[in-house]
């Protein structure tokens, strides 16, 4: 694939029922015209965008190799001939591209469930930091976004003003939630679940702070940004 050039797919909502992989759609036919309609561009970005649910997806599939895509994108059809999930592999890990729900009760509570993973391996890998001085868990209205990142008092100490500014600290390492989430949030269109999956992270990082290893001065700050 040459670097000026981008590649498109379209995918159809309603097929027979089974799974899929990426290839096979080359010369299918859907009389409706509902598709999924993906572009993959040269700079590793996959897009799409379904205009019958009104779901466009962007900027949230990094470091996807296009050999990768093109070889591991998969659908699946339920039953009803419905699309179901699309997912492909990135460094030989399961991706969620889409998903279908059939109601806003169940994409909220499998968020919350992805959510709750996400926080329980948050606290894990806090876990085996020492001396923890700044908790700081950023999270972005605009993307679906929440990260974690840490300073130790050495690192405070050298702030002059902002200290309680996670902006003023090291960004090099930080942990985030699973990017299913945000995926999900995408597919499901109610953007009001991003806040309760953030609180749901919030409160269990502050039920389990005491497994954490902390200085005298530790605060846990929480900011949101869009």
């Known amino acids: 694939m040459e670097f000026d050039e981008q590649k498109h797919y379209s995918i159809p909502l309603k097929y027979k029922s089974g799974k899929y992989k990426l290839a096979e759609f080359e010369n299918a036919e859907n009389k409706d015209g509902e598709q999924m309609f993906l572009t993959y561009y040269w700079w590793n970005g996959l897009v799409y965008k379904i205009p019958k649910y009104d779901i466009n997806v962007g900027n949230s599939f990094y470091n996807l190799s296009f ?37 806003q009760s169940e994409a909220e509570k499998a968020i919350l469930e992805c959510a709750k993973s996400s926080a329980e391996n948050i606290i894990n890998q806090l876990t085996k930091y020492k001396q923890i001085s700044r908790l700081f868990m950023d999270y972005y209205s605009d993307n679906n976004t929440l990260i974690i990142k840490t300073a130790v008092p050495q690192e405070v100490a050298k702030v002059e003003i902002y200290k309680d500014s ?45 497994r954490l290893d902390k200085s005298e001065d530790f605060k846990f700050i929480t900011e949101e940004y869009d």
Not at 75 to 102: C, H, M, P, Q, W
């Open 67 to 103: 050999e990768e895509f093109e070889c591991t994108f998969t659908v699946l059809y339920d039953n009803n001939g419905v699309l179901r999930l699309a997912e492909t592999e990135r460094s030989g890990r399961k991706l969620l591209v889409y998903i279908r729900f059939d109601s």
């Open 166 to 210: 996670s902006g003023e600290y090291s960004s090099e390492n930080y942990i985030t939630w699973n990017d299913t989430i945000n995926i999900m949030i995408q597919c499901c269109k109610d953007f009001r679940v991003f806040y309760s999956a953030v609180e749901l992270v919030k409160q269990y990082i502050q039920k389990n702070l005491d």
